[in-house]
């Protein structure tokens, strides 16, 4: 698919990854509707980005919200286009120190988030760009977002390995699903990026997180993952593969 002029949602999009993507695929010439909280700062992010950028207050946990929220997306043109970036974490062990058990309440909140939104964007993304006309071989292309803790994932963050092991689980099996409907998905699974979270780090701890990545060895840049999740738009045999973005890394275990 051709970027310019694509019709494409991206969720998470007021800020770090969903915000580098969107800024990509602007610059591009597409026109991005940025999905992401209400009390997120995306209505001053759209407004920044210009004309073609467009913010829809969205949970995409919500099926009623996100679904109205691509609608909107999808009346710019015809949606063919969604990069899923929301998603967050919560710091769990299976016991606490005092052998309490972990929260089962922050393992629902992850997986719901992080696994379930994800299915939440495949149907409801599938949904309308099965109603287009197929050019060049296909109607549309998703993008999910993995992580490298769905293969090494570490101490404390057995919720988050196992909503992104999820994600990782459902690509191949998403884009053999949609094959039929000429709907192709990718995800990308990034190693540990520079987001705004991560740029609140002491300058030491950031060098220490920089030196467990081989080549290069720094913390990856948020337009590397819009590079690539545009590449993924644009590349029509680009299908079913969770791809790594991280330098060479594998976690340790803490």
């Known amino acids: ?115 379930i939104g994800s299915f939440n964007a495949l149907r409801l993304g599938a949904e309308r760009m099965a109603r287009l006309d197929v050019v060049d071989g296909e109607r549309g292309a998703i993008v999910l977002t993995a992580s490298v803790a769905a293969y090494e994932g570490q101490i404390g963050q057995i919720n988050y390995t196992a909503s992104k092991a999820g994600v990782v689980g459902m690509t191949l099996t998403a884009a053999r699903d949609l094959a039929s409907r000429h709907i192709r998905v990718c995800t990308i699974a990034p190693g540990i990026m520079d987001t705004p979270l991560l740029a609140r780090l002491r300058d030491d701890v950031r060098a220490s997180l920089e030196a467990t990545v081989p080549n290069p060895a720094r913390l990856g840049h948020v337009d590397e993952f819009a590079h690539l999740a545009g590449t993924i738009l644009e590349n029509g045999y680009l299908n079913g593969e969770t791809i790594r973005l991280d330098g060479a890394i594998r976690m340790t275990p803490r």
């Not at 970027?3 to 991206?10: M, R, S, Y």
């Not at 058990?101 to 909140?109: A, H, I, R, V």
């Open 1 to 115: 698919m051709r970027l310019e002029g694509l019709t494409t949602a991206v969720t998470g999009g007021a800020s770090g990854l969903g915000l580098a993507a969107a800024r990509r695929l602007l610059k591009e010439g597409g026109r991005v509707t940025l999905i992401d909280l209400p009390e997120s700062d995306g209505e001053r992010v759209a407004a920044d980005l210009g004309v073609n950028a467009t913010f829809v207050p969205a949970d995409v946990t919500d099926a009623d919200q996100f679904a109205a929220a691509l609608d909107i997306a999808d009346a710019q043109g015809g949606l063919r286009g969604l990069v899923h970036c929301a998603g967050a974490g919560r710091r769990m062990r299976i016991l606490d120190k005092d052998g309490t058990p972990g929260s089962l309440e922050d393992f629902e909140f992850v997986i719901r988030l992080n696994l």
